[in-house]
């Protein structure tokens, strides 16, 4: 089983950049495809950017191509997301999630096991 832990979240103007981390304990990440989830008041949880185990295959949602990176070094069992060109809408509760599922990368939420407990990220226009 793995812990994950979110930070790195905040206030910003539209146009600025975070950077949030995921960091895993428990077991380590080289094991599970990482995803990043949002979640926005009144809003289903939606897929952002997920991450093989190996970190080869990448994917993003369409409305964050560009400017957001997810990012993994398994060596600090850490996984990230920067984001740059901030919009008000990517307002949300920001989550990581770990997949055990071998070779996923997953864009569905409950195909992932393991949950951080968030960070709220604020956009302000």
């Known amino acids: 089983q793995v812990q994950l832990v979110e930070s790195g979240g905040g206030l910003v103007q539209a146009g600025g950049s975070l950077r949030l981390s995921c960091a895993a304990s428990?077991?380590?990440?080289?094991?599970?495809?990482m995803g990043w989830f949002r979640q926005a008041p009144g809003k289903e949880r939606e897929f952002v950017a997920v991450?093989?185990?190996?970190?080869?295959?990448?994917d993003y949602h369409n409305s964050v191509k560009g400017r957001f990176t997810i990012s993994r070094d398994n060596a600090k069992n850490t996984v990230y997301l920067q984001m740059n060109s901030l919009k008000p809408e990517d307002t949300a509760v920001y989550y990581c999630?770990?997949?055990?599922?071998?070779?996923?990368?997953?864009?569905?939420?409950?195909?992932?096991?393991?949950w951080g407990q968030g960070t709220q990220v604020t956009v302000s226009s």
């Open positions: 999630a770990a997949d055990t599922a071998p070779w996923s990368t997953s864009t569905t939420p409950h195909e992932y096991e393991y």
């Open positions: 991450s093989s185990r190996t970190g080869w295959t990448i």
């Open positions: 428990g077991r380590t990440l080289s094991s599970y495809a």
